[in-house]
């Protein structure tokens, strides 16, 4: 996506989620009918597409939409984070108050992006996925410099360095761990836990499916073969170790076979000592190299692996992934039907399977606040925004100074959600194809199966409720 002059950027390694093959799409118009904005209504601000630009404007788009993004924003920017400077003042220029059709360039903040990785984002489309990532991505970056910088105390007056605190999630971070169980010693082992910030989940490769079948997927248990336990190799260590102890006691003697298994240990200092550190260390522990290289490789077991989730993020971005490799790069149509408010439970029959909630009592209610869509082929096609209206003030109508004297106050009290709803026809969304801006129903944004790209979700506080 970005270039330096001729060559482009290598993405680091931690951007696991960015990994997919970059697409060069091609602009299209739209395939399906739109109602235009009604003349005298209120709009929301496009983004010029000059250049294939449309996997930007429907991701900055759908960033627009999000309230807790924007509170994170107004909060965080600093002139040490210039990508979160930048993508606050572009966040606030797409949510303007209009009164009639206005579009920006994405380039002001684009060109940023460039200046962060000295690159240059080259002129074939790209896939609004990797670009998201690659935007959240460079926030928590820049967040987790200020965090160190404002825990680093000054050298003249604190010597000592204390170490930095531990860092707050991120409304759009979330984290999974992964547990794995061994069907030979039932040893159960957790990970450390990953970070994301985008989660991919894989569409099925038939006609239909459900969202939440597809999130079950990810999470459900996955079987390996082959794999080598830590605890089973530990206690094979063990019993190896135990054996040559044995052998230096007096009168003892070896059964049939068992120098085979004594003499497969190196040679170390001190067994004994060995022994009752193998007897005493956590089987979920790191172990020291040494220890490592002795535990024997020809011992293996079949495994459980789960993935759950250790924390959900206030705003929920999923990207579903509809590339198909198989060979050839294809594109998978799989209609998935997806829902207005997404429920996570912890229960196995839920949502989403073994999910861990911090201190929460077992549920988190979410509500769609964005759609990206691609209409078109793998290798060409076209990005759009569905984007949640919010209820703005339209910009006041130009005046005299003997009018605006005369006349009274304006209530600048934003409507009621049944007065909004009236006021729009029902209408309660934005759909956004760069430049190109018109009302949508809830309905409409709920048929797009066979396009949807992503989806964000924001957590609905518990004060709140059900819609």
């Not at 820049?142 to 050298?155: I, L, N, T, V």
């Not at 000592?160 to 860092?167: L, T, Y």
């Not at 999130?215 to 390996?224: C, G, N, S, V």
């Not at 076209?382 to 910009?395: A, I, L, Q, S």
Request: net charge neutral; glycine share 4%.
């Amino acid at each position: 996506m970005l270039s330096d002059h001729n060559s482009s950027l290598v993405y680091a390694s931690s951007l696991v989620f960015a990994s997919v093959a970059v697409y060069l799409f091609a602009p299209s118009f739209l395939t399906d009918r739109a109602e235009p904005a009604r003349a005298g209504s209120r709009y929301v601000v496009g983004l010029h597409n000059r250049a294939n630009d449309c996997f930007a404007n429907s991701d900055l788009q759908a960033l627009a939409a999000s309230q807790v993004l924007r509170a994170y924003l107004d909060s965080e920017a600093t002139a040490e984070q210039p990508l979160t400077v930048a993508l606050r003042r572009m966040i606030q220029d797409l949510n303007r108050p209009i009164r009639r059709p206005t579009s920006v360039s994405p380039w002001t903040f684009l060109r940023v992006l460039e200046s962060v990785y000295k690159a240059r984002i080259t002129r074939h489309q790209q896939d609004a996925h990797e670009l998201l990532h690659l935007i959240l991505e460079t926030l928590a970056d820049e967040h987790e410099k200020a965090r160190k910088a404002a825990a680093s105390p000054d050298a003249a007056e604190k010597p000592v360095e204390k170490a930095a605190p531990p860092r707050p999630p991120l409304p759009f971070e979330g984290r999974t761990v992964d547990r794995v169980r061994c069907e030979r010693c039932g040893s159960v082992s957790v990970g450390r836990g990953t970070t994301f910030v985008v989660l991919t989940l894989q569409l099925p490769q038939r006609w239909s499916a459900d969202l939440a079948d597809v999130a079950a997927a990810y999470t459900a248990p996955e079987t390996i073969t082959g794999f080598g336990c830590q605890s089973c190799r530990l206690a094979a260590l063990g019993a190896t170790l135990l054996a040559k102890v044995r052998r230096t006691e007096p009168g003892y003697e070896p059964p049939p076979a068992a120098a085979v298994a004594v003499d497969a240990v190196p040679d170390v200092a001190d067994p004994a000592a060995l022994l009752a550190y193998v007897r005493g260390v956590d089987r979920n522990a790191d172990l020291p190299a040494e220890v490592e290289a002795l535990l024997p490789k020809n011992v293996t077991a079949t495994i459980e692996r789960t993935t759950s989730f250790e924390h959900l993020p206030e705003l929920l971005c999923l990207h579903l992934s509809r590339s198909v490799f198989s060979g050839t790069a294809s594109r998978n149509s799989c209609r998935v039907t997806f829902p207005e408010q997404l429920t996570m439970r912890t229960e196995s029959g839920g949502r989403l399977a073994r999910l861990v909630l911090d201190g929460d009592p077992g549920e988190a209610e979410y509500r769609l606040v964005a759609l990206v869509r691609h209409s078109g082929t793998h290798s060409a096609g076209h990005y759009e925004c569905f984007r949640r209206k919010e209820m703005f003030e339209p910009e006041p109508a130009p005046e005299s100074s003997a009018s605006s004297a005369s006349s009274e106050p304006r209530d600048e009290r934003p409507p009621d959600r049944a007065a909004f709803r009236a006021f729009t026809g029902g209408k309660d969304w934005w759909r956004v194809s760069d430049d190109r801006v018109w009302e949508a129903k809830t309905d409409e944004v709920l048929k797009q199966k066979q396009s949807v790209y992503m989806l964000l979700y924001e957590r609905i506080p518990a004060r709140i409720g059900k819609l």
